[in-house]
């Protein structure tokens, strides 16, 4: 018996630790909730809007809808029904489907209205927090290659950034000002992916897509290209891929003709549309997966349009490289892509 009780004691005190050291629960693939026999629903959600937000101490799913803002987890116990508890989990043990019977279950329930919030009153987590993957596709819209004097690609640019990069929407940005000073804003569309994708023809390749959302590829042009050409060096620091503030799923967008827009304090510094692609998202899923299987839950930044600092044209006209002005702590930045929401982060 005493045996026993020191066993309990001796695992209380580890999980004790754990959640001391631990912070928030982000729900991990390797601590799975139970799944009620019989509901979980594999394969991709369809017509809803997500996002992650941070409640009662940790990062949870969270559906956005005409009655205010679902808190998923709190809704499947209340429903007794079964739903991943990140965004992250859904993705990448591909449950879409039970977050939308969730959801579709909760509007649909009278005595579920408790469970709707006001999106003013929530608090934002990072959209994703540990996608295996994240890729980015560089020089990729024409007139971005014209601003900064470089010829179009014969194929697509990767690079990479990793999951410490990652800033929620409504985030705080602190610059690593003691390596770099020339900051820079990059509006992109972000492929979230929902199916395994290795090899994948591109006609095929949009069904491996989960949904979209907003990003900005974040960069230190002088650690870029100042460096011996060190992309990964430039666009990875701590912050560098805001995205957010939603997940859209894939049906209810046309990623080929988006409108996007960049400001800086509430100047449009970048205007575009998707369709000045240079590889559009069937392509850029098809080159990458001949070279890197793509996994549910991993997302692809897909480039940036033109209007950037570092291609030196401000209202049309050119700028000497000596004048460029960089972004600076204070500065307030805001992305708005088409059906995907605005991404607002800060600099400090």
Same mark, same amino acid.
């Given at each position: 018996?005493?045996?026993?009780?020191?066993?309990?004691?001796?695992?209380?005190?580890?999980?004790?630790?754990?959640?001391?050291?631990?912070?928030?629960?982000?729900?991990?693939?390797?601590?799975?909730?139970?799944?009620?026999?019989?509901?979980?629903?594999?394969?991709?959600?369809?017509?809803?809007?997500?996002?992650?937000?941070?409640?009662?101490?940790?990062?949870?799913?969270?559906?956005?809808?005409? #009655?205010?803002?679902? /808190? +998923?987890? $709190?809704?499947?116990?209340?429903?007794?029904?079964?739903?991943? @508890? %990140?965004?992250? &989990?859904?993705?990448?043990?591909?449950?879409?489907?039970?977050?939308?019977?969730?959801?579709?279950?909760?509007?649909?329930?009278?005595?579920?209205?408790?469970?709707?919030?006001?999106?003013?009153?929530?608090?934002?987590?990072?959209?994703?927090?540990?996608?295996?993957?994240?890729?980015?596709?560089?020089?990729?819209?024409?007139?971005?290659?014209?601003?900064?004097?470089?010829?179009?690609?014969?194929?697509?640019?990767?690079?990479?950034?990793?999951?410490?990069?990652?800033?929620?929407?409504?985030?705080?940005?602190?610059?690593?000002?003691?390596?770099?000073?020339?900051?820079?804003?990059?509006?992109?569309?972000?492929?979230?992916?929902? #199916?395994?994708?290795? /090899? +994948?023809? $591109?006609?095929?390749?949009?069904?491996?897509?989960?949904?979209? @959302? %907003?990003?900005? &590829?974040?960069?230190?042009?002088?650690?870029?290209?100042?460096?011996?050409?060190?992309?990964?060096?430039?666009?990875?620091?701590?912050?560098?891929?805001?995205?957010?503030?939603?997940?859209?799923?894939?049906?209810?967008?046309?990623?080929?003709?988006?409108?996007?827009?960049?400001?800086?304090?509430?100047?449009?510094?970048?205007?575009?549309?998707?369709?000045?692609?240079?590889?559009?998202?069937?392509?850029?899923?098809?080159?990458?997966?001949?070279?890197?299987?793509?996994?549910?839950?991993?997302?692809?930044?897909?480039?940036?349009?033109?209007?950037?600092?570092?291609?030196?044209?401000?209202?049309?006209?050119?700028?000497?490289?000596? #004048?460029?002005?960089?972004?600076?702590?204070?500065?307030?930045?805001?992305?708005?892509?088409?059906?995907?929401?605005?991404?607002?982060?800060?600099?400090?």
């Amino acid at each position: 018996m005493h045996s026993n009780r020191r066993s309990f004691l001796k695992r209380a005190g580890a999980i004790g630790a754990v959640a001391t050291l631990g912070g928030l629960n982000t729900a991990s693939a390797e601590t799975k909730p139970a799944k009620p026999a019989g509901q979980e629903k594999k394969g991709l959600a369809r017509g809803l809007t997500l996002l992650t937000m941070r409640r009662n101490g940790e990062y949870r799913l969270g559906a956005k809808t005409s #009655k205010g803002i679902l /808190d +998923v987890k $709190e809704a499947a116990g209340f429903l007794k029904l079964y739903s991943p @508890a %990140t965004l992250d &989990d859904m993705l990448q043990r591909e449950e879409g489907a039970s977050v939308q019977a969730v959801v579709g279950a909760a509007m649909q329930a009278n005595a579920a209205q408790k469970l709707f919030l006001k999106e003013e009153n929530i608090e934002y987590g990072p959209l994703v927090i540990r996608p295996e993957k994240i890729v980015c596709v560089g020089l990729n819209y024409r007139k971005h290659a014209q601003e900064i004097k470089m010829p179009i690609p014969k194929q697509p640019v990767l690079f990479n950034k990793y999951n410490n990069s990652l800033l929620q929407h409504g985030g705080t940005l602190k610059l690593p000002s003691a390596v770099a000073t020339k900051f820079d804003y990059e509006i992109e569309l972000v492929i979230v992916m929902g #199916k395994e994708a290795r /090899d +994948v023809s $591109e006609k095929d390749a949009l069904s491996c897509v989960a949904g979209y @959302a %907003t990003g900005n &590829d974040f960069s230190a042009r002088d650690l870029q290209f100042e460096t011996g050409g060190q992309w990964m060096q430039g666009k990875s620091s701590d912050g560098f891929a805001p995205l957010g503030p939603y997940f859209v799923t894939a049906e209810q967008v046309d990623p080929d003709n988006l409108n996007l827009e960049c400001r800086v304090n509430g100047e449009t510094r970048q205007s575009s549309n998707t369709n000045d692609l240079i590889y559009n998202c069937s392509q850029i899923i098809r080159y990458t997966s001949a070279r890197i299987s793509l996994r549910p839950g991993d997302i692809i930044f897909t480039g940036t349009p033109g209007g950037v600092i570092f291609g030196g044209v401000v209202g049309g006209l050119a700028v000497p490289k000596e #004048k460029y002005v960089w972004l600076k702590a204070g500065d307030k930045i805001a992305c708005s892509l088409e059906k995907l929401g605005e991404l607002k982060f800060d600099l400090a």
